[in-house]
């Protein structure tokens, strides 16, 4: 049986809610007894211009927008948490109540679904998340689940479609849309040389994996054209597997990225072409302002850069000479390499693993260079603080003020100068920040749970409200946090898919205890009206698998599995091609 087309309903008013039986709702602080046919002043639901745009999304078989007794949950993000959240939220709401049926629509501003496990997680670990993408896929494509690409919820200004839209016309709302903006430190001389060789290591990510949104200039911009000088040594601020991410791919051969991996040709051209100003790297220095002990580095990430990758660069630790200056007789510095049983016992398993992989390391380098050693080098540099970014027209290096470390009550260091010690000068022609990454937010509401006051530990940013203008009363549905949108920028998907499941516990719990409460009426807006009327271009799923078809079309042509589609413009005009 062919699947219900969208365009049944568009400009036409679907049954109340009341002839629904209202099941679809969940109750809240305030009730209201009306609804009008029109979202926040905005005249909608004609169906012209909706032409085309309608035949890319359908509802699975046997559901539809008027189908009585569903739940409708928009997910803003389709990254891990949010696809993991929308699936566990069918699943635990068909328990609790196996009679009530559920429809997700899942936005991204992104035309392509997967947040930064597709374009994040860098190239060649990319094996290690495919089953994460084609759970997000699949799941994507499933009956009564819309994808809705290239579709912004208002944030920092732009964007197609506002919450509180969004939330008069579902049951719930999930932000489960990430922490993936860039981060800046701001260390003198930053934002002069700005896209002037220093940059984000967002800006640097979005490059390699082909992010479309780096095209966009979404990031603000690569800076390093053509006309750039040489570059021999980079300086990556930070010391997290981002940090390692992106110098391992920096140093890694462009032979073999090409041909073990998918990194995106615009960052292989960049290391390999004699013109580029990245193809003769010889150094790259991670800096790091604490010492070994603090260092944010997964075992299995840092092995593989101090053992594994011997062929492509030879790395080394550097840590200042302690003791130095005025500093000597010091009370209570702690050499970094130092035992410690005080620290030992209260360092994480992790910790415990990272302190000895890298203490092992430096213990057998005696700074020799072998003869067959490949000629790059990766440089790790605890208590390095950068303190100032210099260069003319461009960055030519980075000023470098060395730290000790104190021991604090037995158990805890603090970080400071080391006393009477000049700057060190490194030289640099790119500097990455290698910072946590934020999230701005969406449409007013500051990202995570901690910034809501009376909310820590719960997702839940937002709860049922009912507002009034002039067209009437509004319902608006309960908003919650999934994911890196909720708990910050850190943790690795398995860590998102944990949340996704507590999240999606209380949106269920919420659900079924306020059953009888009243929900959007029956006649509530569909979403795709919405955007038709707004002349948003939206990507479905029939047309990101036309995407992904050419793109494994094109990396079969130059022998590769894939080749990424990396500008917007080229991923709409396709889509547009398929209506
Ligand atoms: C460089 C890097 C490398 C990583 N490598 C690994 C790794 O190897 N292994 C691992 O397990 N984890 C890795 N991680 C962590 C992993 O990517 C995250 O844990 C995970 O992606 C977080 O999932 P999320 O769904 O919360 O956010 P995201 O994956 O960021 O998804 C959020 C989605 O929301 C969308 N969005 C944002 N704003 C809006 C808006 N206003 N409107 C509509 N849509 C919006 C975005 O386009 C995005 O698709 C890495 C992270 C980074 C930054």
Same mark, same amino acid.
């Given at each position: ?120 997680? $860098?190239?060649?670990? !990319?094996?290690? &998340? #495919?089953?994460? *993408?084609? %759970?997000?896929?699949?799941? /994507? ?97 930070? $010391?997290?597997?981002? !940090?390692?991410? &992106? #110098?391992?791919? *920096?140093? %890694?051969?462009?032979?073999? /990225? ?322």
């Amino acid at each position: 049986m062919a699947a219900r087309r969208l365009c049944q309903s568009v400009g036409g008013l679907r049954p109340s809610h009341e002839a629904l039986g209202g099941a679809s709702g969940f109750g809240g602080r305030h009730r209201t007894a009306t609804w009008r046919y029109h979202v926040f002043g905005h005249a909608l639901g004609t169906a012209s211009g909706t032409k085309g745009l309608c035949s890319s999304l359908s509802w699975g078989e046997g559901s539809g927008p008027s189908k009585a007794g569903n739940a409708k949950v928009c997910v803003v993000g389709s990254g891990p948490a949010g696809i993991y959240c929308a699936q566990s939220v069918a699943k635990k709401l068909s328990q609790a109540k196996p009679g009530l049926g559920v429809r997700i629509d899942v936005i991204d501003r992104r035309p392509i679904p997967g947040g930064l496990a597709r374009y994040g997680v $860098a190239p060649d670990h !990319a094996p290690s &998340v #495919s089953a994460v *993408l084609e %759970t997000i896929d699949n799941f /994507l494509g499933g009956g009564n689940v819309r994808f809705f690409g290239n579709v912004q919820v208002k944030s920092g200004g732009s964007g197609d479609v506002h919450l509180d839209e969004l939330r008069s016309m579902y049951d719930a709302i999930v932000l489960a849309h990430g922490a993936d903006d860039p981060n800046w430190l701001g260390i003198a001389g930053e934002g002069r040389l700005k896209g002037k060789g220093v940059m984000t290591a967002r800006e640097l990510v979005a490059l390699y994996c082909g992010d479309p949104m780096m095209e966009k200039d979404f990031y603000g911009g690569f800076g390093v054209g053509p006309k750039y000088p040489k570059v021999e040594d980079v300086v990556v601020v930070g $010391a997290g597997n981002v !940090a390692l991410d &992106v #110098s391992r791919l *920096l140093l %890694t051969s462009p032979e073999s /990225l090409v041909a073990e991996t998918n990194t995106s040709k615009r960052f292989i051209d960049l290391l390999s072409s004699e013109s580029s100003p990245l193809s003769g790297i010889k150094r790259v220095h991670i800096l790091a302002r604490r010492g070994p002990r603090a260092a944010a580095f997964a075992p299995k990430e840092l092995r593989e850069v101090l053992q594994k990758r011997e062929e492509h660069f030879v790395s080394r630790i550097r840590v200042p000479a302690q003791g130095g200056g005025e500093d000597g007789g010091r009370a209570g510095s702690i050499g970094p390499f130092e035992e410690s049983a005080g620290l030992t016992k209260v360092a994480t398993r992790m910790q415990k693993r990272v302190f000895k992989l890298l203490r092992d390391h430096h213990s057998k380098d005696s700074g020799e260079v072998r003869e067959d050693a490949p000629g790059k080098e990766l440089f790790i540099h605890f208590l390095h603080k950068p303190v100032e970014f210099v260069g003319a027209e461009h960055l030519s290096a980075v000023h470098v003020e060395l730290q000790r470390e104190t021991l604090v009550d037995d158990q805890a260091l603090e970080v400071g100068p080391i006393d009477g010690a000049a700057k060190v000068e490194l030289p640099a022609q790119l500097a990455i920040i290698a910072a946590s990454q934020r999230s701005i937010g969406v449409d007013g509401i500051p990202p995570g749970r901690a910034s809501h006051e009376g909310r820590e530990g719960s997702p839940r940013a937002l709860d049922r409200d009912v507002i009034s203008d002039t067209s009437g009363n509004k319902t608006l549905a309960p908003v919650y946090f999934c994911g890196w949108a909720n708990h910050g920028a850190k943790g690795i998907i398995g860590a998102s898919m944990v949340d996704a499941d507590e999240v999606s516990r209380v949106i269920v719990d919420d659900m079924v205890s306020s059953e009888g409460g009243e929900g959007p009426p029956g006649e509530a807006l569909d979403l795709m009206e919405v955007l038709s009327e707004r002349g948003v271009q939206v990507v479905g799923m029939a047309q990101w698998k036309a995407v992904r078809e050419e793109e494994r079309r094109r990396g079969q042509a130059c022998g590769r599995a894939m080749e990424k589609l990396t500008r917007v413009e080229e991923i709409l005009g396709l889509a547009q091609s398929l209506k």
